[in-house]
Protein backbone atom coordinates (compact mmCIF):
# COMPACT_ATOMS: atom_id res chain seq x y z
CA UNK A 1 0.00 0.00 0.00
CA UNK A 2 2.66 2.35 0.70
CA UNK A 3 4.69 1.45 -2.05
CA UNK A 4 2.11 1.96 -4.62
CA UNK A 5 1.31 5.15 -3.22
CA UNK A 6 4.80 6.23 -3.31
CA UNK A 7 4.73 5.13 -6.74
CA UNK A 8 1.72 7.39 -7.92
CA UNK A 9 3.04 10.31 -5.93
CA UNK A 10 6.70 9.65 -7.90
CA UNK A 11 5.10 9.37 -11.13
CA UNK A 12 2.31 12.87 -10.67
CA UNK A 13 5.72 14.94 -8.88
CA UNK A 14 7.46 13.78 -12.62
CA UNK A 15 4.91 14.65 -14.33
CA UNK A 16 4.33 17.96 -13.29
CA UNK A 17 7.86 19.03 -13.31
CA UNK A 18 8.41 17.54 -16.81
CA UNK A 19 5.73 19.96 -17.50
CA UNK A 20 7.15 22.99 -15.77
CA UNK A 21 10.59 22.06 -17.48
CA UNK A 22 9.39 22.24 -20.59
CA UNK A 23 10.35 26.39 -20.79
CA UNK A 24 13.70 25.60 -19.33
CA UNK A 25 14.34 23.62 -22.09
CA UNK A 26 13.73 25.74 -24.42
CA UNK A 27 15.94 28.95 -22.78
CA UNK A 28 18.61 25.95 -22.21
CA UNK A 29 18.31 25.04 -26.08
CA UNK A 30 18.86 28.28 -26.88
CA UNK A 31 21.58 29.31 -24.84
CA UNK A 32 23.62 25.71 -25.76
CA UNK A 33 22.43 26.49 -29.90
CA UNK A 34 24.39 29.68 -28.75
CA UNK A 35 27.43 28.25 -27.24
CA UNK A 36 27.80 25.14 -29.69
CA UNK A 37 26.33 26.03 -32.89
CA UNK A 38 23.15 23.05 -32.90
CA UNK A 39 21.64 20.62 -30.71
CA UNK A 40 22.21 17.41 -29.87
CA UNK A 41 19.93 15.15 -32.16
CA UNK A 42 18.23 13.85 -28.94
CA UNK A 43 16.63 17.59 -28.62
CA UNK A 44 16.08 17.88 -32.04
CA UNK A 45 14.32 14.62 -33.33
CA UNK A 46 12.50 14.40 -30.08
CA UNK A 47 11.94 18.23 -29.63
CA UNK A 48 7.69 17.57 -29.31
CA UNK A 49 8.34 14.42 -27.11
CA UNK A 50 6.95 15.01 -23.41
CA UNK A 51 7.33 12.33 -20.76
CA UNK A 52 3.70 10.76 -19.75
CA UNK A 53 3.10 10.03 -23.82
CA UNK A 54 6.48 8.97 -25.18
CA UNK A 55 8.69 8.96 -22.45
CA UNK A 56 11.99 7.65 -24.10
CA UNK A 57 11.63 10.34 -26.87
CA UNK A 58 11.39 12.51 -23.77
CA UNK A 59 14.85 11.08 -21.98
CA UNK A 60 16.64 11.04 -25.82
CA UNK A 61 15.18 14.75 -25.77
CA UNK A 62 16.57 15.69 -21.98
CA UNK A 63 19.64 13.98 -22.02
CA UNK A 64 21.98 16.57 -23.29
CA UNK A 65 21.32 17.94 -20.03
CA UNK A 66 20.29 15.12 -17.36
CA UNK A 67 23.93 13.78 -18.45
CA UNK A 68 26.23 16.04 -17.57
CA UNK A 69 24.05 17.36 -14.37
CA UNK A 70 23.90 13.55 -13.48
CA UNK A 71 26.67 11.82 -14.33
CA UNK A 72 29.37 14.42 -15.22
CA UNK A 73 29.56 13.32 -18.90
CA UNK A 74 28.86 14.29 -22.43
CA UNK A 75 25.36 12.84 -23.66
CA UNK A 76 25.65 10.56 -26.32
CA UNK A 77 24.22 12.64 -29.45
CA UNK A 78 27.08 15.52 -27.92
CA UNK A 79 29.22 16.34 -29.91
CA UNK A 80 31.40 19.03 -27.55
CA UNK A 81 33.34 17.53 -25.01
CA UNK A 82 32.91 21.04 -23.34
CA UNK A 83 29.03 20.52 -23.01
CA UNK A 84 29.74 19.56 -19.33
CA UNK A 85 30.96 22.53 -18.11
CA UNK A 86 28.42 24.62 -19.77
CA UNK A 87 25.71 22.32 -18.54
CA UNK A 88 27.19 22.49 -14.97
CA UNK A 89 27.51 26.22 -15.10
CA UNK A 90 24.07 27.00 -16.05
CA UNK A 91 21.95 29.05 -13.32
CA UNK A 92 20.35 26.83 -10.72
CA UNK A 93 16.91 27.92 -11.63
CA UNK A 94 17.73 26.73 -15.17
CA UNK A 95 19.41 23.09 -14.23
CA UNK A 96 17.68 22.08 -10.97
CA UNK A 97 13.87 21.29 -11.96
CA UNK A 98 15.82 18.55 -13.92
CA UNK A 99 17.80 17.53 -10.95
CA UNK A 100 14.61 17.37 -9.01
CA UNK A 101 12.57 15.34 -11.71
CA UNK A 102 15.46 12.89 -12.15
CA UNK A 103 15.62 11.88 -8.77
CA UNK A 104 11.24 11.41 -8.91
CA UNK A 105 11.80 9.15 -12.12
CA UNK A 106 14.58 7.05 -9.74
CA UNK A 107 12.53 6.75 -6.65
CA UNK A 108 9.43 5.82 -9.13
CA UNK A 109 11.57 3.09 -11.07
CA UNK A 110 12.58 1.57 -7.30
CA UNK A 111 9.33 1.52 -5.71
CA UNK A 112 8.06 -0.51 -9.11
CA UNK A 113 11.43 -2.81 -8.30
CA UNK A 114 10.48 -3.27 -4.96
CA UNK A 115 6.81 -3.73 -5.56
CA UNK A 116 7.89 -6.80 -8.40
CA UNK A 117 10.31 -7.78 -5.83
CA UNK A 118 7.58 -8.17 -2.77
CA UNK A 119 5.08 -9.72 -5.25
CA UNK A 120 7.60 -12.66 -6.45
CA UNK A 121 9.05 -13.11 -2.80
CA UNK A 122 5.49 -13.64 -1.43
Same mark, same amino acid.
Not at 22 to 38: A, N, V
Not at 57 to 73: D, M
Not at 91 to 118: D, H, Q, W
Given at each position: ??????????? $??????????????????????????????????????????????????????????????????????????? $??????????GFIVEYAFTVLGLLSIII????????
Amino acid at each position: MINSAALIICG $IVAAVLSFINKKRFSEICTLYKEKFGSLPAGAIIFDKADSIGFSSGYAAKINFIVSPLIFGKSSVDSTDEDDVTF $IRGLPPRLKNGFIVEYAFTVLGLLSIIIAGSVRYFR
